[in-house]
């Protein structure tokens, strides 16, 4: 019993084989459960059961089988390979399951059966059941029936093919079995319900009475449809109606849902051929030449028994055949055998379809001329015999034989012709009936109604009403014109009887644009399935539209347009014109005349098309004399006139006709040439070109005898070709240059070859031939000419042929508006060839000559091809009606002597020139016989073959004409291996350059099995041959249908077709993305409303053109199809996806193998974002070409649009995870290039990589880092170290960590090396901490890799070992664990000799810093030269440098100064000598010298007492030059810094963009330690280094601002951040040199975040402290603004606040009210500091360029409509362009040159009005100067109140200007907030004009008031004495405050101490030398004592008047003068140090 249940421990799949059966049957319950739970269909798991799934199905125990069965039914439905074990399941099934005796077991087969169907086997499965029908066991046969039976009618005919079971109708009806008849019935009556009719061929062999009973069981045939669908089908049907499911089954069966509809079903198509050729008596063709019509009935009757048991013929050679049934019905004198040879001719036809194509020209033509006989029989079996012929032919093969017929003196003939031009109509699709050929046969229709006789009047209302039917009656109806009502009422009701019988194509059209939809679900292939075909559509789609554009460049036909008579144009000319005018336009005064010529032209030009018509102005103009007018200023206004009209008004030819000839007679004076060549170049452009052409050459060489006009006439058309391209007939140009050419004039003969030279570029040098009748001295100058353009191409048009203006009159044009009916593209005629008369040669090609071609003897053959090649040459160009030459030329193309043989096919080629196109229709009769001649034995053969088949496709118009009637196919599959080389050789060369859908894709398709077969052929030519050949196949095919006809091939085969196929995959081209097509359209991100705007801008010129073709409706779908949004949008989408995706909304992202819904979800992600659709079409390509085409497309825009990749960073990366499983290497290292490129503009960008982004791409990149290939592994190994740059390093370390558990040896080795790389960076930090748990796990980890299998992993592991031991030395080995002796002893070699190489110190000197957050902080080298830290005074707060100065070990305590003072020996050491020489640079004052000052004791500490404990925060307000103390560290400094502080001096040059980019940290510690580094090198002298970072550095505090405004407003450590960052602005603005780099958008952002802190993020970032706290800072940030309004740049600044001002006007935070009062006033700041400024530092076409957007977009209009809204804005930016106006003068209208149009905006107008007021200033103040005293600046004032005139002021007045400006500051000084600045202003404005009273004009004032500003005026004047005193000032900086200490005095006071006794030493108050101060700008009144006690940097004009209001001045002014001179000296100290 135990033995029997073994098997339960065994697995699944060795149950399944187990020898007991109870163990077989756990097994399949086990693998059922297993195969249900395996999600994905392409799981490894599936390859165990692929071998053992027959030996399911046929288990030896009945039991097991069931079960067995029950397994492979879910193991087909859900595994993805399941289609490999179709074959050797469906044997199984067949013979041992089928037929079962237990039912359950014959359901579960037939499901089985049915689901292999379902995953696209059904041709294996149809297979193996016909197999099984061939069995001898009845109920195996009658099983197989059923089961086909059953597929049939779930699936339809598309997918079970009915043809091969056809052939099982007559064997098993007649089964003696009679279960197998039953069931064989109830499978026929199933196919006559999908095929209806088309089955009845096939029982008509049958039984009566079984026919009977079958035809009894039948119903409505046809229209069937299926109940299930293949896998590839089932997506599409879930989305697509049913309707619109058979749409496009004619053009690819297997593609649709839809079934089988009768109609579809051709019962031709079910019939197998049959050989007659042979079977024919061996006298026919003797018989048939008899005398006697009984012998030659006999011979007919023989055919006829033969083509009567042959409904479908096996293709061969007709051509005898033909040739002897056409000479009957042409000769015969018997008329029954007549019509019994048109009957057997039918049969032939209708036997062969289209092989019969190469004999259907020459018998339709035959039969045509016999449709003269009176006999109904004849005419009856003629007619059935030509509608039988058609279908092989096409009515433009036969259209010169219909006309032929049409012109025939017998009425039979016409009306038998016409008759059938209306039945043929019916079977024509309506796109092949196209407008060249309604032109020919209506015209010859028309004739034919006139015709006397009532049958050909009514066979030809016939024809035209079924034409009518046919393509629509506008389309007809401009063809057959005005009829009489008679005859329109017959031809409509003709129209109303037709039946068009032909399926019209145009439902398609709907159809086609759906295809991309329809293939939405195509991704990703579904189980089992081929990739489905609807991919293949769209380019035949997209061929539509060029199509259109094809055929819309022919010139359209110019607008008709009625003539007005006389009375009516003078009617109409009384309404428009003045009487004066139009009687002056005839008087006899010239002035008069053209007085009336120039009001005419002015009165023309206020009219518009609605007024009046070209016609009636050039009718009025013209009016005698008019254009003949002797006066040449009167003609030439006249032309003028005339030429406005032109170019204005729409011209119709009616029009043009009344001008043309006047305007060129006037070509010939020389005074009116060149107008009237303008004017005739405007009449062709309005009316046509050809038009316009004709008219003037024909009058100029046919009624006027001037040669200088005829000479002209063609110099003007030589240009005038050149300007609109050339496509009209050149017939009657050749007559007129054959005239001019005779003429006696050289000028005109030398203009006239001249012309025709120009004319050869659009012709060809064939134009010489229809000069041949000239002289010889003629033709030569000709030819020369012509040889000067023979390599020349012809220019391209500038100009549009035929334009025809919107406002022409509508009677014609309605229909070309209107014409939106198909055409296809066709070729360009060859217009010289086209036109040249043509010979027949027909009646040459007598018998005779046929007969000598076809003797024995060869010498007879010989001389019969010589008189053919003599009728050619003599009658070139020919007619394609060749007679009998065809069919005997062919037979001399393989004539067995092989000169005869390349003699014909000289010939041949000689016939293709002399026929020109024509010779398309003789294609499928010669080209059977030019690739049998490809392999002759011959090489001279086969080279004469390829040159007439290289002449022939010349001339049809490209080697598509080879292409059709399965020629190729014929040739390959009977050829010899020379001809399958030499034939594959020629296709290769020529398939490239054929376009594709120009010929049956299905005759390239049965040649793929030959040439897959010729890759495996013996001969080594042919298998080059044919692999050449693969690539030219697929541009056509497409690698999916080639791919598909391998199934078919022998296992061993297809390893060498798929390597073919493989190596010609990647050359496929792919349609390109639209952003490409737009090169010059911006990429970048736009706005809705930008794109909205540029959508109507493209749209403007389209509506004026008027009304063009419009196109289809499939070409309008197409254009709407198209997306040229940007690829990327910018969006904040990634917010929602991150919390989706928490929420767990959407799928997580984490998967071994992508599913489909993965692919589905990012599609849907992708889509939702707003993705570029045609970009998303290409992501999810199934081919890999288009992925590629994806990635370029995302890396050209990269850069462009980088911002919008960040914000869809995480979908592009996601796709990039599902391209790392794909198998193509070429998408996995573009990716990895791209990726490259993207994480590097992340680096640039100071990007941080969210841990969302990092999960979801991170753990794929890491599974791809064990690649097989070199290059992957290496690129992937540089991802990494970028991703150490944006990403915490910590976090990637644990992602490596994971990456070491994969079974790839490769993978772990190289994460090993990963891993060692960023221990060797990074140091142990990346792991977690010295000695810390998370250290010692993972270095365990790593240790038990060194015992790997694999070399490679081990020496990786011992490598990361041995790098953490020389980081924390021998606890290492603790912290490895137990490891064995042996690993052990590798990992100490290794360290042994890896410390060969590096110390450990070197090692860890040369570790990055991480931050808090994991991300590297790049430390700066160590200077060893010198002995301590150079305490700058410029550097960011010196307390918190010192902080980080704190080593491991404790702080020593603080040693007492020594006695005597150290000698200072850095950079900023003093030097006496230095000193003294700066004391006598300074200037002599008013007091003795100064003694010489010893500033030694600045070296001494400050004593002990003074200095509070370490543990307290010590502030030190001045400067600090004590020795560095070792303070507290503040809590915002982490611990590593502390670590690293030694390294922390100063920062590297190549390390300041790390630097930079931790400024804007989420963690403030990164954040504050990267301020401190960047204050450091600014104060150290290394500003210039900054030069190329200053964008970056600002744009990163910004960024911080608004971390900390946005996330951190109330956080205690938000406070201490702001000034941090406050205090590395002021630094850098302060330091020289610095700021001129900084563009706007990093000025815009850091100004806008300031101003939004100082707003109403200040107060809340003070919040939590003090209320002190929050005023100080409020101090701190309005210092820091007015430091940016400084010292940026001129144009930067200016551009920024104007921008910012445009932004904040309805963009405004309801958080930060006070935000636009903000920005208003630093922009009046920046007003005040304008007129300082250097005139030519400003780039003023920048600023009027941001001016005029701000006016654009909001102008005054706004201001008026919307008063609630304050227009302090508007105001204000008129009073920058009042300001840059005053500055520029009137040169600043040059200035506009970014301005696209001036007039968008105000800007324009107000600038004149500005221009113009200062103009009226001038004016009104200059003549009254006295002293001539002119505005500062040199004429145009720079001030407010400069250039006010003196005299002015004497007369008692003042100026208005300063009127104004007084009055504005006045009214300032009595508001609250602007009291002290406008007190200020008033001071300045006193210094300017000390002769203003002001108090005269504020008499009116109130006392208070007056006394006010008298004290405020004191006040600032005190204070501006005191701040020119010249002392010493030092540059006074931040460095040294502690901002957290207010109260703490004593620091200072030692120093004020010293310097009184300085002063005391010195007597007197020093003065210095101006130049010497620190850089602030010119009357910077700040309040020193504020700025020492209160604030960490000196104030300035305060942004925000109220502090004014609270500050106070707790240390003396003399103090603070005392201190600015110890600043100032110090300063030069410093600054001549560094010199």
């Not at 135990?2 to 077989?24: F, I, Q």
């Not at 001539?1828 to 003196?1846: A, E, I, Q, S, Y």
């Not at 204070?1919 to 703490?1944: C, F, G, M």
Request: aromatic share 6%.
């Amino acid at each position: 019993m135990e033995d029997e249940n073994e098997y339960k421990k065994l697995p699944t799949d060795e149950k399944c084989v187990h020898k007991l059966w109870k163990a077989r049957v756990a097994g399949y319950e086990e693998a059922i459960k297993l195969f249900n739970q395996i999600d994905d269909e392409k799981s490894p798991e599936w390859n165990k059961y692929l071998g053992l799934i027959k030996k399911f199905v046929t288990d030896s125990n009945a039991v097991a089988q069931e079960k067995g069965l029950e397994a492979a039914l879910v193991f087909v439905e859900n595994c993805g390979h399941a289609g490999k074990t179709t074959g050797e399941v469906m044997s199984g099934i067949v013979s041992k399951c089928i037929a079962a005796p237990k039912t359950k077991t014959k359901d579960l087969a037939l499901q089985v059966t049915l689901m292999y169907i379902e995953i696209e086997k059904h041709e294996v499965v149809e297979e193996e059941l016909l197999k099984g029908m061939e069995q001898k066991n009845p109920k195996v046969v009658a099983a197989c029936t059923v089961a086909l039976n059953t597929a049939l009618k779930q699936f339809g005919n598309k997918v079970m093919a009915i043809k091969p079971m056809v052939k099982k109708i007559p064997v098993l009806l007649s089964d003696r079995d009679k279960t197998v008849r039953d069931e064989m019935k109830a499978l026929v009556v199933e196919m006559h319900r999908w095929i209806g009719p088309a089955i009845e061929p096939h029982i008509a062999s049958l039984q009566a009475v079984v026919q009977q009973e079958l035809r009894e069981g039948f119903g409505a045939g046809g229209g069937a449809q299926p109940t299930r669908y293949l896998r590839s089908q089932q997506n599409r049907v879930r989305d697509t109606p049913a309707a619109d499911s058979t749409d496009g089954a004619a053009e690819d069966d297997d593609v649709e849902a839809g079934g089988g509809d009768s109609a579809d079903m051709d019962p031709y198509d079910l019939l197998d051929p049959v050989e007659i050729l042979s079977k024919l008596p061996k006298d026919f063709y003797d018989k048939l030449e008899a005398k006697k019509w009984q012998e030659r009935k006999e011979a007919l009757d023989s055919l006829e028994n033969l083509l009567k048991n042959a409904p479908r013929l096996e293709p061969g050679d007709y051509a005898d055949l033909v040739r002897a049934l056409k000479k009957v019905i042409s000769k015969d004198t018997n008329v029954m055998l007549v019509a019994l040879g048109g009957r057997l001719l039918g049969m032939v036809a209708s036997g062969l379809r289209t092989k019969f194509s190469p004999y259907a020209v020459a018998c339709v033509q035959a039969i045509l001329e016999k449709f003269k006989e009176k006999k109904t029989n004849v005419v009856t079996a003629l007619r059935d015999a030509i509608d039988a012929i058609y279908p092989c032919t096409n009515l433009e093969a036969i259209m010169e034989d219909m006309l032929a017929a049409f012109d025939n003196k017998n009425p039979s003939i016409k009306a038998e012709s016409a008759v059938f031009l209306a039945r043929a109509l019916c079977h024509t699709q309506p796109a092949a009936f196209n407008k060249k050929l309604i032109k020919a046969y209506v015209g010859g229709l028309l004739k034919l109604l006139e015709s006397a006789d009532p049958s050909v009047r009514d066979a030809a209302a016939e024809a035209l009403g079924t034409a009518t039917k046919l393509v629509g009656e506008k389309n007809i109806a401009p063809h057959i014109g005005k009829l009489d009502n008679l005859k329109e009422q017959k031809i409509k009701e003709f129209a109303d009887k037709a039946v068009i019988q032909v399926k019209v194509a145009a439902p398609k059209k709907d159809a086609k644009p759906k295809a991309p939809a329809t293939a939405k679900g195509d991704g990703k292939p579904s189980a089992g399935s081929a990739q489905p075909k609807p991919v293949k559509r769209p380019p035949s789609s997209a061929k539509k539209p060029a199509a259109k554009k094809a055929t819309g460049r022919a010139q359209p036909s110019p607008p008709r347009e009625q003539e007005l008579s006389p009375e009516e144009v003078d009617a109409q000319a009384e309404t428009l014109f003045a009487a004066d005018i139009v009687n002056g336009l005839v008087d006899s005064n010239w002035k008069t005349r053209l007085s009336a010529v120039q009001s005419f032209h002015s009165t023309v030009q206020g009219l518009t098309t609605a007024d009046t018509s070209a016609q009636v102005l050039y009718r009025v103009l013209n009016k005698k004399p008019g254009l003949k007018d002797t006066n040449v200023q009167v003609l030439k206004a006249r032309l003028e006139a005339c030429k406005y009209i032109t170019e204005n008004f729409p011209v119709s030819t009616t029009a043009a006709d009344f001008v043309i000839q006047d305007v060129v007679t006037k070509l010939g004076e020389a005074s009116c040439s060149a107008i009237s060549a303008d004017c005739l170049t405007a009449l062709a452009e309005a009316s046509g070109m050809e038009h316009v052409l004709n008219e003037g050459l024909t009058f100029a060489m046919d009624s006027q005898k001037n040669p200088k006009v005829q000479s002209e006439m063609f110099n003007w058309m030589a240009v005038a070709i050149k300007e609109f391209g050339f496509t009209m007939n050149v017939k009657s140009i050749v007559a007129h240059s054959k005239k001019a050419l005779s003429a006696t004039n050289p000028n005109v003969r030398t203009s006239t070859v001249n012309f025709l030279g120009i004319l050869s570029l659009y012709v060809g040098p064939s134009l010489i031939n229809h000069f041949d009748s000239e002289k010889a001295a003629t033709k030569q100058l000709i030819s020369l000419e012509l040889d000067k353009y023979a390599n020349s191409s012809p220019p391209t048009p500038t100009r549009q042929v035929g334009r025809v203006s919107k406002s022409a009159s509508k009677g014609s044009m309605r229909d070309e508006a209107e014409d939106n009916y198909e055409e296809p593209v066709e070729e360009e005629p060859a217009v010289v060839e086209d036109n040249r008369p043509r010979t027949d040669i027909a009646p040459l090609i007598t018998d005779t000559l046929v007969g000598e071609m076809n003797d024995k003897n060869w010498k007879v053959r010989n001389e019969a091809l010589d008189k053919v090649k003599a009728i050619i040459t003599s009658s070139s160009p020919i007619k394609p009606s060749l007679g009998e030459l065809p069919a005997a030329l062919v037979a001399r193309l393989l004539d067995s002597n092989s000169k005869l043989a390349q003699s014909a096919l000289q010939i041949c080629e000689q016939l293709a020139t002399a026929m020109g196109p024509k010779c398309k229709q003789h294609v499928r009769t010669f080209f059977p016989a030019f690739f049998q001649a490809f392999g002759d034995s011959k090489q001279w053969v086969r080279a004469a073959a390829a040159a007439c088949a290289e002449a022939w496709c010349s001339a049809a118009g490209g080697a598509a004409a080879a292409l059709e009637g399965e020629m190729l196919h014929d040739a390959l599959r009977a050829g010899s291996p020379t001809l399958r080389a030499a034939l594959l050789l020629w296709l290769a060369g020529k398939l490239p350059d054929v376009p594709p859908k120009s010929f049956p894709r299905e005759e390239l398709s049965v040649c793929v099995p030959i040439l897959f077969a010729c890759l495996e052929d013996r001969a080594a030519e042919v298998r080059k041959a044919s692999a050449d050949c693969v690539f030219p196949f697929m541009l056509h095919l497409g690698y999916e249908a080639m791919h598909k006809q391998m199934d078919k091939l022998k296992p061993g085969s297809k390893a060498v077709v798929q390597a073919a196929l493989d190596k010609a995959r990647p050359n496929l081209p792919v349609q390109p993305l639209p952003s490409k097509n737009k090169k010059d359209e911006p990429r970048g991100v736009k706005s809705a409303g930008a794109l909205k705007k540029e959508a109507e801008k493209k749209g403007q010129p389209a509506k004026a053109k008027g009304p063009a073709k419009p196109a289809s409706a499939s070409s309008r779908g197409k254009k709407d199809d198209e997306d040229f949004s940007p690829l990327l949008p910018n969006n904040n989408a990634k917010n929602q996806r991150i919390i989706d995706e928490q929420k767990l909304k959407v799928l997580k992202w984490n998967f071994t193998t992508p599913r489909e819904e993965f692919f589905e979800l990012l599609k849907d992600q992708m889509t939702g974002a707003g993705f570029n659709k045609q970009l998303v079409a290409n992501m999810f390509h199934s081919d890999f070409r288009y992925h590629l085409k994806a990635l370029e497309a995302l890396s050209e825009d990269l850069h462009e649009n980088g911002t919008s990749l960040m914000a869809n960073l995480d979908l592009v990366l996601k796709w990039i995870t599902l391209r790392f499983f794909d198998t193509n290497p070429s998408v996995l290292l573009k990716g990895l290039e791209y990726l490259s490129l993207v994480f590097q503009y992340l680096i640039d960008a100071d990007y941080t990589m969210a841990e969302y982004e990092a999960n979801c791409f991170i753990p794929y990149l890491v599974l791809k880092v064990g690649d097989p290939k070199d290059t992957v592994r290496n690129g992937v190994k540089a991802l990494f170290k970028q991703i150490c740059v944006v990403y915490s390093v910590t976090k990637l370390f644990g992602y490596l960590m994971e990456g070491l558990k994969s079974k790839n040896a490769r993978q772990r080795a190289e994460c090993l090396e990963c891993i060692n790389h960023l221990l060797e960076t990074y140091g142990s930090a990346v792991v977690g901490g010295s000695g810390s748990s998370g250290n010692v796990v993972a270095l365990r980890e790593l240790a038990r890799h060194i015992g790997d299998r694999d070399n490679a992993v081990r020496s990786a592991a011992l490598n990361c070992v041995a790098t953490a031991y020389f980081l924390d030395g021998e606890k290492v080995y603790k912290m490895i664990g137990q490891i064995s002796d042996k690993d052990l002893s590798l990992l100490e070699e290794r360290i042994k000799r890896a410390s060969k190489s590096r110390s450990a110190e070197a090692r860890r000197s040369m570790l990055v810093p991480l931050s808090a957050s994991g991300r590297p902080v790049q430390p700066p080298q160590e200077e060893h030269e010198t002995s301590r830290r150079v305490i700058s005074v410029d550097t960011v707060p010196a307390s918190d440098y010192e902080e980080e100065e704190i080593e491991e070990p404790p702080p020593p305590p603080v040693q007492p100064a020594p006695v005597e003072p150290r000698v200072i020996t850095g950079p900023f050491g003093l030097d006496p000598e230095l000193i003294a020489k700066l004391d006598a640079a300074v200037p002599v004052m008013k007091r003795p010298d100064l003694p010489e000052i010893d500033l030694k004791f600045l070296d001494e500490p400050v004593p002990a007492s003074t200095v509070r404990a370490v543990t307290a925060p010590v502030r030190s307000s001045m400067v600090n030059m004590s020795p560095p103390r070792h303070i507290a560290p503040h809590p915002l400094v982490s611990t590593q810094h502390q670590q690293h502080s030694h390294n922390a001096a100063a920062v590297d040059d190549s390390q300041l963009a790390d630097t930079i980019h931790s400024i804007s940290s989420p963690d403030l510690n990164a954040a504050i330690r990267a301020l401190s580094l960047i204050s450091g090198a600014l104060v150290s002298g290394r500003g210039p280094a900054l030069a190329a970072h200053e964008a970056r550095l600002l744009s990163a505090v910004a960024t911080q601002l608004r971390r900390l405004r946005t996330t951190q407003a109330n956080s205690q450590h938000a406070l201490p951040a702001y000034k941090y960052l406050a205090g590395a602005l002021t630094t850098f603005y302060e330091t020289a040199g610095c700021g001129s780099q900084v563009g706007e958008p990093a000025l815009c952002s850091l100004l806008g975040e300031l101003l939004l802190v100082l707003g109403g993020g200040a107060a809340g970032a003070g919040a939590g402290a003090a209320g002190a706290d929050g005023d100080r800072l409020v101090r701190i940030l309005n210092n820091v603004c007015v430091r940016v309004l400084e010292h940026s740049p001129r144009t930067a600044l200016l551009c920024a606040i104007v921008s910012l001002l445009h932004e904040s006007i309805v963009e405004t935070d309801p958080a930060f009210p006070r935000y636009q009062d903000l920005l208003l006033k630093c922009f009046w700041k920046t007003l005040k500091m304008i007129s300082t400024w250097d005139v030519n530092s400003i780039d003023y076409d920048a600023v009027l360029y941001k001016i005029h957007l701000f006016y654009k977009a909001y102008p005054n209009s706004y201001w008026k409509k919307n008063p609630d809204i304050s227009d302090t804005p508007y105001r204000t930016v008129k009073t920058l362009v009042h300001t840059l106006v005053k500055m520029k003068g009137a040169s600043i209208t040059n200035h506009l040159t970014q301005i696209p149009d001036v007039n968008e905006s105000d800007l324009y107008p107000y600038l004149h009005k500005v221009l113009k007021q200062l103009k009226l200033d001038e004016k009104k103040d200059t003549p009254t100067e006295v002293n001539g005293n002119m505005n500062m600046g040199g004429g145009m004032g720079v001030g407010p109140g400069v250039g006010v005139g003196n005299a002015a002021l004497n007369a008692g007045r003042l100026p208005r200007a300063l009127h104004e400006e007084l009055a504005l500051i006045l009214k300032r000084i009595g508001s609250k907030e602007h009291n002290r600045e406008a007190l200020s202003q008033l001071y300045d404005l006193r210094e300017r004009h000390p002769e203003v009273d002001i108090w005269t004009f504020m008499q009116g004032s109130s006392f208070y008031f007056r006394n006010y500003v008298e004290r405020g005026l004191k006040e600032v004047g005190e204070q501006r004495k005191l701040a020119s005193v010249p002392i010493y000032k030092h540059d006074y900086k931040t460095d040294n405050i502690d901002i957290s200490n207010e109260n703490d005095e004593k620091s200072h006071v030692i120093f004020l101490e010293r310097l009184r006794a300085l002063q005391a030493k010195a007597g007197l108050k020093t003065e210095s030398n101006p130049s010497s101060q620190p850089r602030t700008p010119v009357g910077d009144n700040r309040s020193l004592g504020d700025a020492a006690h209160d604030a960490p940097l000196p104030r300035a004009h305060s942004i925000d008047p109220q502090l004014e209001l609270h500050t106070t001045q707790p240390v003396s002014q003399k103090n603070e003068a005392a201190v600015d001179a110890l600043r100032l000296k110090l300063q030069q100290i410093k600054s001549s140090s560094k010199r």
